[in-house]
């Protein structure tokens, strides 16, 4: 799958406006990114990717780029 295809799908599950899941941007600015979000992303990962994430790894995350590090090897750039 392709990242910006992975990126959409987020964004899509969550309503919110294309983009706002920007590879650079920082998690604290994105409004949105709550505990239902890190939920959606968890599911989202496992449904789409096959990857289980534990909350633990995602908390350490600081971009969106983390986020999609959690996955190595399963999204295309």
């Not at 899941?21 to 959606?40: G, H, N, P, Y």
């Amino acid at each position: 799958m392709k990242r910006a295809d992975f990126l959409a799908t987020l964004e899509e599950a969550l309503a919110v406006n294309k983009g706002t899941f920007a590879i650079d941007k920082k998690l604290k600015d994105i409004r949105q990114w709550d505990s239902m979000a890190i939920v959606e992303f968890q599911a989202l990962m496992d449904e789409k990717l096959g990857v289980q994430v534990q909350p633990q790894a995602i908390a350490a995350c600081i971009t969106v780029a983390d986020l999609l590090a959690l996955a190595p090897g399963k999204l295309e750039a």
